[in-house]
């Protein structure tokens, strides 16, 4: 049993490494520079690699300590997987009365990426086979080297693609995900929307979305938009990665039953 965790552990750091090599590729193709967190993703998919094999070849209290580790991520992973595909789950068409659009970074500085074209597409979508039209919440704010704000950028093309301005509310503060439903629910508020709300984004994406409408006491459905096939392991590991650190204090207290299991050789 215990080496379907590693093996899963293993395939963990697989993915590490192709996140680390495709994030550095896609800035090396967009004449940037390459961002530190690419590093440290390739070299953390070195070491869990190197810790899902060293447990098969040594038998010592640290190798039960990783073992235990490794049963921890490899859970945590298998738990991720089903919620994701869960929350994507579509059994019946909803009719909404928003929609909240979550933004993502902008090329050269205003220019939509090709995944945040295929969430405003989606919203579209939806909105269009509507016969009651929702408000469209077009949410993100200026971050990096952004020239306007994401919310502008979006609002620009759903304008192009003859959605009515006035059905558009721009949030324009936001510089994260949970800025996204944070300052949302305030424009929510004084549209008097409480319930048949959706939010956009990219498939990946759904699971930590509900999670923050959650955390804003947002009762949202997520609609996802498809990602490409090359970059959903990449998207879809720090996806997972984000969902550890989110949930920082459950890891630090198996970590530190993990340790004394391990020292009294349980």
């Not at 993915?15 to 680390?20: D, H, V």
């Not at 006035?166 to 944070?182: A, Q, R």
């Not at 392991?233 to 207290?253: R, S």
Request: glycine fraction near 4%; charge should be positive; charged fraction near 20%.
């Amino acid at each position: 049993m215990e080496n379907i965790f590693l093996n899963i552990f293993l395939f963990i750091g697989i993915l590490l490494i192709y996140s680390g090599i495709s994030g550095m590729l896609t800035d090396i193709y967009r004449k940037r520079s390459i961002y530190k967190r690419k590093y440290l993703i390739f070299a953390l998919g070195i070491i869990v690699i190197l810790l899902s094999i060293f447990p098969r070849l040594f038998e010592n209290k640290i190798m039960n300590f990783i073992r235990l580790m490794a049963i921890y991520f490899s859970a945590v992973f298998i738990v991720f997987c089903v919620a994701s595909i869960l929350v994507n789950l579509r059994i019946k068409k909803y009719e909404y009365k928003a929609i909240i659009i979550l933004g993502g970074y902008l090329l050269n500085g205003n220019q939509l990426t090709r995944a945040l074209r295929k969430r405003l597409n989606l919203a579209i979508k939806i909105y269009s086979k509507q016969k009651i039209k929702p408000k469209i919440i077009v949410s993100g704010g200026q971050v990096r080297q952004e020239t306007i704000t994401e919310a502008e950028a979006m609002a620009k093309y759903l304008i192009e693609n003859n959605i009515p301005s006035n059905d558009i509310i721009m949030e324009d503060k936001s510089k994260n995900t949970l800025e996204n439903f944070k300052f949302s629910r305030k424009k929510l508020e004084k549209l008097n929307i409480h319930n048949d709300i959706a939010f956009v984004s990219s498939n990946f994406h759904i699971l930590r979305g509900k999670i923050y409408a959650s955390k804003n006491k947002i009762k949202a459905k997520g609609e996802g938009s498809k990602t490409l096939w090359y970059y959903f392991p990449e998207a879809f590991i720090n996806e997972y990665l984000a969902i550890i650190v989110l949930y920082n204090k459950v890891l630090l207290i198996y970590f530190i039953l993990a340790l004394i299991l391990a020292i009294v050789g349980v």
